[in-house]
């Protein structure tokens, strides 16, 4: 029984499969089944396995196609977008599945564009992927030729071209909207949702955007079923993740592992636990944007529903871990900073509050902290709220502050009280 | 209608609005930035978030940005929550990061959105003690000020610069905090609805660059309704004035004309009232000496010249009010009356007269222009001829695709989302001009020919839509595609529109736009007609009448007295015609605001009042009669012209009343003309009050008052009565709203930017209270007809050796009062000649060489300005540029290259 899905082609020597390694190992076997079903049969089939967006929001992937217009009357082009801009700090996952198996990636993909009857898809690919965009187009090169993409694929009705886009760089175009923005050759601002994608996408078509290791996971679901799926998981949400460590680890890295995986498990088993001479205090188990988890929560399934009870989010599923030799305040400065020079300026609170956020962080680090800061900053991170935004990015921003001052809010208060920050 | 629940008091409001819009119909205070009435939602200032609660139990609610929340049948908001309240207040505290709270330097100071908002959500104390961002402004042309580091990225500028009104020049550039709106280099905006920014911007980056020059703060301007003489179109605008100067223009929002812009002619020509070239005082000329007299010897000598000559004609003016008109035509009597527009001017106006008045299409005010989902502009280029027209059909051109949103449940007020959807795509919009124009990048198909082929193709399309409209003969096949593509779009769309005009000069144009519009009509299409003309008063001057200005040029029996009122005959026929009536006649009365070559010649020369020191009425190209109000006190013998003629008309007339008031001259001309009769309606006469008092023309801060000309007189002069008006020349008078036609300024309690408009109207973006101002003169009764079987003109054919020269206009330059103003007449071009490439390479010259081309046996030498649009054969002149005299267009000339 493979347990290894996503990774299950991958070679030793970190070269990415050819189509002729890749079919000889089953693949473009799931296309070809998938295209002798109904789209909405493999649109349920999806519903059934349970799978959810790998991209850090974790929504229901079928729930989402069910909502593209389908029939005659859809409107015409429909698209289908990778979203492969993997741009926030800490994660490195799919990175990984675009460079060592970039045929699954198109496969997965010709799988999602036949459920929503899509004709043109696009890979949104990092602008510094440079290897992932060589192999991609290698292997989109390999597919036409093999009458993969184009027109008839594998003899059927169905036609989808893909095209690779190489991102000129901007954090904000990896969130779904900025992303069509950005791809239609406009500044990568967030548009209004509703109308979401699926009914007004890209060029105003429906469409649909998913993230990398979510696509990535449509060929073995259609080959072995939704049951297997989400047998492969310990928690309700199916499937297995590409769960990731980075910070002062023995062993950083990457692993697919199945869902729910406790972050214990993840430190101890796979990142080999801390280096000597540092102790755990703290991660950020999805990526820069999700709020602090601490030691009481070693045990925590990671997995969408699990990590929201403790006040965080799985995210990307790549934990950025913080030890006791690292100061936070200074880390909640990298982020801040980092997302306030990323705004797009759309909106009051992301342009303005992170930027006084990511001021009164730079203060407090460099001993101008003064007493008000932290309510200060407590205010922003009620500013940038959810609903109180465009956009997620800004909500996203500010969870590692927001949590760091509760937990680590000592620490602040002696860069206040001390002039200094403690660990200089 | 659904029931809003607004802190628990119900209220019925409209469907297919957000919160936002509702709650300010509903006159209730809730703040924002980057929603805009005309320009909709797009949720990024997140300034008007209010509390919503899914029902009366649910007591902790959520956050929702109202001008992004559609309005539901039971819907619970809170503007009054306290989280609701912190949030706005926070958002105010985040746009103040950087704002370098420069009010009192600031020009916005005093009207400004910004400080409306502050207030209003009660933020006082900034927390942010870090260094603020700076920015480099840059030289936007002689219209606008630029001053970025005032900016608070609401994005307005942008949306109405690009997406409303079509420009590229102008843009947002970088990120985060420091969005940076302008150019891509330095240099004149290019759109000729820049100066609307300075009224879409919510604080002081975009201020108005000529009122800086002469700058009064909004509290210290006296300020009046008025209308724009800029051209046909009638928007009304407000200007302000301080120190017997003009200060300002800005947008008088009106539902059914304006709305909420204007083109930049109309607000920045202004100045030619401050000009150096305002006649001041009366003058008389004896022989070669001349003398500057007072009011009452120059009466005497106008009275005496009246009585004492055998023959008396009076030539009117499209540019001066119907009082104006009418006053001279009392003085002279109808029968020695003359229009005074070129008799060419005065058919093509007529003709589109009695086009409107036989129907059967609807004309359609401005306003209702932007609802029609087809277009075709046929010869007219509106962008120059009537620029505030352009502005709404490009608003046009969003109707058809926005009609397939309604299945994507995308609401219309939600700006980005509906472009996003439509990306490029634009309604039918048909474009046959002769040269390119600035609607083009609209244009479904753009067809650049000849008049007269402009019209075979209307014509063409007429016989397409309804079979039994005449066939054109002799159509090449890509034409008679053309016209097919355009019938089918025409025949299927709900509210087809056909617009044209007077800019052509041909009649064959106007007649093919109106048998088109028969054709759409009789096919069950709600078909709009609209019109250009070309001055502010053509229309009214028409409906007066008059005789030919041409019997008064050419007649052989020449008149003793002449009598101009607000007119420059050199722009109405050419030099010699001109002189020949002015030299035989013994004598020449002027009456005009500014120095014309006309008023050299005049024996005696009165000071007419602009718009800003007269009462009057205009008619706009759709027949609106609508009034404007003194706004200036001339400290000069500067008076109405109507005025000046009625002292005449009282010192020359032995029988009849004098005529003390406007209301007496609008009573008599009603009485005297009944067609005109309405126009009284147009505004409240002069004994209207509100509760006892007049409506100010200041407002209650306006300062000093008794201080002003202290440096003269410490002693505080009497107010003077406005016995034309129900309005007050100080602050003193009614603190309640005034009918729609008598506001002077939109102000409203912690409303001081021109946004307290959502105060004085029913519902946001609808009709102010009370109804628009404004009386339609001419109704459609369809009885005429038209003509039944209309005249196709033959095709247009070149010639060798010669050109048919066209008109061709400018927005800035071809308006002859405008054209006065410093800042409109830098961006006026010189004159010249323009040939397509092609035509130039025939004759041998290139780009900047000067050409000799001769019109009404007038050669005129003209540098040569390639027009890659312009049929082969056709050659073009700008007309009504300063420098280049009245001709007959279109007409033939060789062009000669003059080495």
């Avoid at chain 2, 005449?470 to 890509?478: F, K, P, T």
């Avoid at chain 2, 040029?553 to 003793?560: F, I, W």
């Avoid at chain 2, 309005?727 to 709203?737: A, K, N, P, V």
Wanted: with cysteine.
């Amino acid at each position: 029984m493979v347990e290894t899905p996503l990774t299950r082609n991958m070679r030793a020597d970190g070269e990415a499969p050819d189509l002729q390694a890749y079919e000889k190992a089953g693949g473009y076997q799931s296309m070809r089944s998938a295209l002798r079903m109904a789209p909405a049969d493999i649109t349920n089939l999806v519903k059934q396995s349970t799978l959810r967006g790998r991209g850090g929001a974790g929504f229901p992937t079928g729930q989402k196609w069910s909502f593209v217009p389908m029939g005659d009357d859809a409107p015409r082009p429909k698209y289908l977008v990778c979203n492969a801009d993997e741009m926030e700090p800490g994660t490195f996952k799919d990175r990984l599945l675009l460079e060592a198996d970039p045929h699954q990636l198109i496969e997965g993909m010709i799988i999602a564009a036949h459920a929503i009857q899509a004709e043109v898809a696009y890979i949104f690919l990092r602008g510094e992927y440079v290897l992932a965009a060589a192999r991609l187009r290698a292997a989109i090169a390999e597919a036409y030729d093999a009458h993969y993409l184009g027109k008839r694929i594998a003899g059927t009705d169905q036609a989808l071209d893909l095209h690779v886009h190489v991102s000129a760089g901007r954090y904000m175009c990896g969130e779904e909207t900025g992303l069509l923005n950005a791809l239609e050759g406009k500044r990568a601002n967030p548009r209004a949702k509703p109308p979401y994608p699926q009914v007004s996408g890209l060029w105003g078509k429906p469409t649909i955007v998913q993230n990398v290791e979510t696509l990535c996971n449509l060929p073995c679901i259609v080959e072995r079923g939704a049951d297997w799926f989400k047998g492969l998981s310990r928690t309700k949400n199916g499937g297995t993740k590409l769960y990731g460590a980075s910070g002062k680890v023995r062993r950083p890295g990457l692993w697919e592992l199945p869902m729910g995986a406790t972050i214990r498990e993840i430190l101890e088993e796979h990142a080999g636990g801390m280096q000597d001479g540092v102790t755990f205090r703290g991660a950020l188990p999805g990526g820069a944007s999700t709020d602090f988890v601490t030691d009481d929560h070693l045990d925590v399934p990671m997995d969408f529903d699990e990590l929201e009870k403790v006040g965080s989010r799985l995210g990307t599923g790549t934990m950025i871990i913080l030890d006791d030799r690292t100061c936070p305040v200074g880390m909640c400065w990298n982020l801040e900073h980092f997302f306030a020079q990323e705004s797009c300026g759309w909106c009051t609170p992301c342009w303005s509050g992170l930027r006084f956020a990511a001021r009164t962080l730079r203060a407090l680090e460099e001993g101008h902290g003064a007493p008000g800061d932290l309510e200060a900053l407590e205010h922003q991170a009620w500013f940038c709220a959810p609903g109180n935004t465009f956009c997620a990015l800004a909500p996203g921003a500010v969870e590692p502050l927001q949590s760091a001052l509760r937990y680590f809010r000592a620490d602040f208060e002696r860069h206040i009280t001390d002039h200094r920050c403690p660990w200089m | 209608m659904p029931t809003l629940v607004v802190d628990n008091h119900p209220f019925q409001v409209r469907a297919d609005q957000n919160a936002l819009e509702a709650c300010l119909s509903l006159k209730l205070d809730l703040p924002y930035f980057c929603w805009h009435p005309a320009l909709g939602s797009v949720g990024a200032c997140r300034q008007c978030a209010v509390k919503q609660f899914k029902d009366e139990k649910d007591t902790k609610g959520k956050l929702v940005m109202a001008c992004m929340t559609a309005v539901s049948d039971g819907m619970r908001l809170s503007i009054a929550d306290d989280d609701a309240r912190r949030f706005r207040a926070s958002v105010i505290e985040g746009l103040m990061e950087n704002h370098p709270h420069d009010c009192p330097v600031c020009d916005e100071g005093g009207e400004c959105h910004l400080q409306d908002m502050t207030v209003m959500t009660g933020h006082d104390y900034r927390r942010y003690r870090f260094p603020k961002r700076t920015f480099r402004n840059q030289d936007l042309g002689p219209f606008l000020n630029h001053e970025m580091n005032r900016c608070i990225q609401c994005y307005r500028c942008v949306r109405f610069y690009r997406e409303y009104a079509g420009g590229t020049d102008f843009n947002v550039f970088k990120l985060r905090d420091i969005a940076y709106f302008g150019r891509q280099q330095d240099g004149v905006l290019e759109n000729e609805f820049a100066g609307n920014l300075v009224e879409v911007c919510p604080t002081g980056v975009f201020t108005d660059k000529t009122l800086k020059r002469h700058y009064t703060r909004k509290w210290d301007l006296t300020m009046a309704p008025s209308v724009c003489v800029h051209c046909s179109l009638g928007c009304n605008t407000t200007p302000g004035a301080r120190y017997g100067k003009l200060r300002r223009m800005v947008n008088r929002y009106n539902g059914a004309v304006n709305g909420y812009f204007l083109c930049d002619r109309g607000r920045y020509g202004y100045e030619f009232v401050n000009s150096g070239r305002r006649i001041t005082r009366p003058l008389l000329r004896d022989g070669g000496s001349e003398r500057i007299v007072s009011r009452d010897e120059a009466l005497d000598r106008a009275s005496h010249l009246i009585t004492e000559s055998r023959s008396v004609i009076g030539i009117g003016s499209p540019r001066a009010s119907l009082e104006a008109n009418f006053a001279l035509r009392a003085v002279v009597g109808a029968e020695h009356f003359h229009l005074g527009m070129s008799d060419a001017d005065a058919a093509l106006a007529g003709l589109m007269l009695e086009l409107q008045r036989a129907g059967p299409a609807h004309v359609p005010s401005l306003r209702e222009t932007e609802q029609y989902d087809a277009v075709f502009i046929v010869g007219e280029d509106v962008s120059n001829t009537a620029p505030r027209l352009a502005l709404s059909l490009r608003q046009s051109a969003r109707q058809q695709p926005m009609q397939r949103l309604r299945a994507l449940k995308i609401p219309l007020w939600q700006d980005h989302a509906v472009r996003e959807a439509v990306q490029a795509e634009h309604g039918p919009f048909f474009i046959a001009s002769v040269n390119a124009t600035r609607l083009d990048d609209l244009a479904t198909s753009a067809y650049r020919a000849a008049p007269d082929d402009i019209a075979r193709l209307a014509f063409a399309v007429a016989h397409h839509v309804d079979a039994s409209a005449v066939a054109v003969d002799g159509l090449s096949g890509d034409l008679d595609d053309l016209a097919r593509s355009c019938a089918a779009a025409l025949a299927t769309a709900e509210r087809p529109l056909i617009v044209s005009g007077a800019g052509c000069r041909s009649a064959s144009v106007i007649r093919a736009a109106a048998a088109l519009a028969r054709a759409l009509h009789a096919k069950g299409r709600a078909v709009g007609l609209c019109f250009a003309l070309p001055e502010c008063n053509t229309m009214g001057t028409l409906l007066l009448g008059g005789k030919p200005l041409g019997e008064a040029l050419d007649a052989a029996a020449r008149p003793e007295l002449v009598i101009v009122l607000e007119n420059d005959l050199h722009r109405r026929a050419g030099a010699v015609r001109v002189e020949a009536l002015l030299s035989s006649a013994a004598h020449v009365i002027v009456l005009d605001s500014i120095e014309t070559a006309t008023s050299a010649r005049a024996d005696v020369v009165l000071p007419a009042g602009t718009f800003a020191e007269s009462d009057g009425t205009l008619v706009n190209n759709e027949g609106r009669a609508q009034r404007f109000f003194q706004v200036l006190l001339p400290d000069s013998e500067i008076q109405e012209s109507w005025r000046w003629l009625a002292q005449l008309r009282a010192a020359t007339h032995r029988s009849g009343d004098a005529w003390e008031s406007l209301d007496d001259v609008l009573h008599a001309m009603g009485g005297a003309v009944p067609s005109l009769a309405p126009a009284i309606e147009a505004a409240p006469l002069s004994h209207y009050r509100m509760a006892g008092a007049r409506v100010p023309r200041e407002p209650q801060r306006y300062s000093g008052r008794t201080s002003m000309l202290a440096n003269i007189d410490v002693s505080e002069p009497k107010p003077p009565e406005d016995v034309d008006a129900p309005l007050s020349f100080t602050m003193e008078g009614t603190t309640r709203q005034p009918p729609s036609a008598l506001i002077p300024f939109f102000w409203s309690p912690g409303w001081n930017s021109i946004q307290a408009v959502n105060q004085y109207q029913t519902e946001i973006a609808a009709a102010l209270e009370g109804g628009d101002p404004g009386v339609r003169l001419i109704h459609a009764d369809g009885s005429t007809g038209g003509p039944a079987r209309p005249e196709i003109p033959a095709a247009f054919a070149a010639r060798k050796g010669e050109w048919l020269v066209v008109p061709l206009h400018h927005v800035f330059g071809s308006d002859e009062l405008s054209h006065e103003a410093p800042a409109v007449a830098q961006l006026a071009p010189a004159p010249y000649v323009a040939l397509n490439a092609a035509d130039a390479n025939a004759l041998g010259a290139h780009e900047g060489d000067v050409i000799d081309i001769t019109l009404d046996g007038v050669t005129q030498r003209l540098p040569l300005k390639i027009a890659p649009a312009l049929p082969a054969g056709v050659a073009g002149v700008p007309v009504g540029l300063e420098g280049m005299p009245a001709v007959t267009l279109p007409a033939w000339s060789r062009l000669v290259t003059h080495t």
